[in-house]
């Protein structure tokens, strides 16, 4: 999203082509069921429409201009737009489902990791698709949220790199937990990264893997 509009096929072809090891997008619900591709709830920020996604059927999404004339994809687009891996953040827990039945269709277990900050939808996702790597983010957590992690059998924590330090690291490792660190938009970020031995990192500008290795 630092480079293009975000959660548009255009993003991420650009990401694919600057050789990202991952894409990651958002997933919520359209009036009529359809797995639609927005990381916020309402249009007003990153559409030229206003009020809930969940208000309007597909059909109107679709009308929509989601930045530079992009329009807004469902999930079984991006699949078909791109061959990396995808990480799919379940945004809000009536999507589980549909994004379970598109997982058990096509087969994507080994090519889906899904993320969400709702224990219970990790929790949801894991018992609906057997097999499938999970991801609890978190922006600000307490004591307990590798044992959270835990709980919910997810495989990696997503921790905003912002507040993470290197005693959450740690635990999450002995926990047999991966850690990716998000937003990751600096050098100095990216050196933080590589400090504390972090398993990735999310970033809104793919060219800072170029970049960084010679800041980092």
């Not at 958002?26 to 927005?38: F, I, Q, R, T």
């Not at 249009?43 to 109107?60: M, N, Q, S, W, Y």
């Not at 709702?118 to 590798?146: F, N």
């Amino acid at each position: 999203m630092g480079v293009e509009p975000e959660n548009t096929l255009r993003s991420f072809l650009h990401a694919e082509r600057a050789g990202m090891d991952a894409i990651e997008l958002d997933l919520h619900l359209s009036k009529d069921g359809a797995l639609v591709v927005m990381h916020d709830a309402e249009l007003d920020r990153t559409t030229d429409g206003t009020g809930p996604i969940a208000d309007r059927t597909l059909a109107e999404l679709r009308e929509l201009d989601a930045g530079r004339g992009e329009r807004v994809p469902v999930f079984e687009e991006v699949l078909d737009a791109v061959g990396s891996p995808l990480q799919a953040e379940i945004k809000d827990v009536a999507a589980a489902r549909a994004l379970a039945e598109v997982m058990h269709r096509r087969k994507l277990v080994g090519r889906v990791e899904v993320s969400s900050f709702h224990d219970e939808t990790v929790a949801e996702i894991s018992a609906l698709v057997p097999g499938v790597r999970t991801v609890l983010i978190a922006s600000r957590w307490g004591a307990d949220v590798v044992d959270r992690a835990v709980a919910v059998g997810a495989d990696s924590l997503a921790l905003n790199i912002r507040r993470l330090t290197l005693e959450v690291v740690e635990r999450a490792h002995e926990a047999g937990l991966g850690v990716i660190g998000w937003v990751v938009n600096t050098p100095d970020q990216l050196r933080l990264v590589r400090a504390f031995g972090l398993d990735g990192a999310t970033t809104d500008f793919p060219e800072i893997r170029r970049t960084g290795r010679f800041t980092a």
